[in-house]
């Protein structure tokens, strides 16, 4: 059974620094990992899909790699902001096409 | 639509009714899938749906859960004699094909007194 992990569960910072959230998990055998930011209230909202087969996809200040073989992947946040703040979630999509997602890390940035 | 929508937003009932909730997914998006976030438990799988047939139907906690998809598109979920540990938001997505990426709606929140 897939299991996902992320690390870690809160981090708080102050604005303009850079951040790594981590996320692993345990059954290599995916066809695409994908990063969700939910906000307080809202539904998920997809920052980033990243398929079994690259290594990694940008977005503006966001930037996830995969390592498939070592069941891990890290969501880079440049120069973070206020507006960063929210739950992030990573979910990997399995070769029986559910996604399994982790617990979520709540970022906080300080103004 | 221009996203997934869903209703309603919030829902009350009380313990043993039974509550339907709704799905509108992305116009053209064939396949549809319904999630249930509970405090501490994180998010879990329900039921997918490609077209109208749900192949995989795994992840309904019970047989009081039901889900049905009509003309490729709208879905409603069903919960009948509603339980406290019924309480949850429920959340819909949809998907162009298999295996690329899921948008969501804003959810329900359920709950049961």
């Known amino acids: 059974k897939q299991e996902v992990t992320q690390i870690p569960a809160a981090l708080s910072v102050p604005e303009g620094e850079n951040l790594v959230l981590n996320c692993s998990f345990t059954d290599s055998a995916i066809y695409n990992l994908q ?21 990694e996809q940008t977005s503006g200040r966001l ?15 440049a120069a ?14 399995g070769s029986n096409y559910k996604l399994t997602f982790g617990k979520g890390t709540l970022l906080t940035v300080n103004p | 639509g221009a996203g997934v929508s869903q209703s309603p937003s919030n829902k ?5 009714k039974d509550v339907e909730l709704r799905c509108d997914p992305i116009s053209g998006h064939t396949a549809l899938y ?8 994180g998010l879990e799988f329900l ?16 047989d009081r859960f039901s889900a049905e998809r009509t003309g490729g598109s709208v879905s409603t979920l069903t ?22 990426e899921q948008f969501f709606g804003p959810g329900t929140r359920l709950t049961v007194l």
């Open chain 1, 35 to 55: 990063w969700f930011r939910q906000d307080p209230g809202k539904g998920l909202t997809s920052l980033l899909l990243i398929q079994s087969s690259q290594r």
């Open chain 2, 79 to 100: 919960i009948q004699r509603t339980q406290q540990e019924d309480s949850a938001v429920y959340l819909c997505a949809s998907e162009q094909g298999r295996g690329r």
């Open chain 1, 63 to 77: 930037n996830a790699s995969l390592d498939k073989s070592s069941g891990r992947s890290t969501l880079y946040i």
């Open chain 2, 34 to 41: 319904w999630y249930r976030q509970s405090l501490g438990q």
């Open chain 2, 12 to 16: 009350v009932t009380e313990k043993g």
């Open chain 2, 47 to 62: 039921i997918y749906f490609q077209g109208n047939s749900a192949p995989d139907k795994s992840g309904l906690p019970s």
């Open chain 1, 80 to 93: 973070s902001q206020p507006g960063d703040s929210a739950t992030y979630l990573c979910a990997v999509l």
